[in-house]
């Protein structure tokens, strides 16, 4: 069980981003984040991996919790120990290797190598498109490929946590349509995550940034917290 409660986070000493931020993953479920630009998702999954420190950002106040253990303090580096993993926003793969390569330095920490075949298998099934290109390198893949790589790539380190900034980006097909506001986002993102999915919407900063802007931003506007392992 992932558990954020009432976290607030200021960047520079001075600029409160979020302000009683609760929410709960329990084993084995996803839950989504809504809001508009700029509602503070990104910041939400820097908090918990502690990639906030490295932007001047810091936990002020609250509780991050992963299996009753508080991380909020923890140095990043220990975090990952902790088996969470952040795909950032934007595509972020080794430009430079190959398919194979990046999905290689994903798994790098770990021994098992018939366990890292079988991953690599598992993510090649999850995308085919990945397999066809393995011997490519990944700076010649379409967006949509890049991003189907950066997630293979989180999955290779058998995480215990995945956070997704912007997982559709290039990729879904669009759920939300133009202009939508969130209470029917979150109304269809239940529907559509039955049993499995939870979604959250924060709140935008001023009214008019609550509504949702437009086919065109949505790959923005969402990003996942998946709990993968019971702990
Ligand atoms: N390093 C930083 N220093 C100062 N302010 C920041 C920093 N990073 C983000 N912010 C501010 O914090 C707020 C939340 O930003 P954040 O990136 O978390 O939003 P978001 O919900 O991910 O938006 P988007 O949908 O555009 O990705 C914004 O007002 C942003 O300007
Ligand atoms: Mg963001």
New binding site residues.
């Given amino acids: 069980m992932l558990r954020l409660g009432n976290v607030e986070v200021v960047?520079?000493d001075v600029?409160l981003?979020l302000k009683g931020l609760s929410l709960e993953v329990p084993d084995g479920k996803i839950v989504a984040l809504l809001?508009?630009?700029?509602?503070?998702?990104?910041?939400?999954l820097?908090a918990i991996s502690g990639l906030l420190h490295a932007?001047?950002?810091e936990v002020t106040d609250g509780a991050i919790e992963l299996g009753g253990e508080r991380i909020e303090a923890l140095p990043p580096e220990q975090i990952v120990r902790r088996g969470i993993f952040q795909v950032m926003?934007g595509r972020r793969v080794f430009e430079d290797l190959t398919v194979d390569e990046n999905l290689t330095m994903g798994g790098y920490t770990r021994g098992d190598r018939a366990g890292l075949k079988r991953d690599r298998d598992l993510c090649f099934d999850y995308f085919p498109r990945l397999r066809e290109r393995r011997r490519q390198i990944a700076g010649y893949l379409s967006g949509g490929e890049q991003q189907m790589l950066a997630i293979s790539r989180a999955l290779m380190a058998r995480p215990r946590l995945i956070l997704l900034?912007?997982p559709s980006l290039g990729l879904a097909p669009l759920r939300v349509h133009h202009g939508e506001r969130p209470h029917r986002a979150r109304r269809r993102s239940r529907e559509a995550a039955q049993q499995r999915r939870r979604a959250r919407v924060?709140p935008g900063?001023r009214r008019g940034e609550e509504k949702l802007q437009g086919s065109q931003?949505l790959p923005?506007?969402e990003?996942l917290v998946v709990l993968i392992a019971p702990g």
């Fill in positions: 960047y520079d600029i981003v809001g508009s630009n700029g509602a503070g998702k990104s910041t939400t820097k932007e001047e950002g926003e900034d912007e924060l900063q931003v923005a506007q990003a």
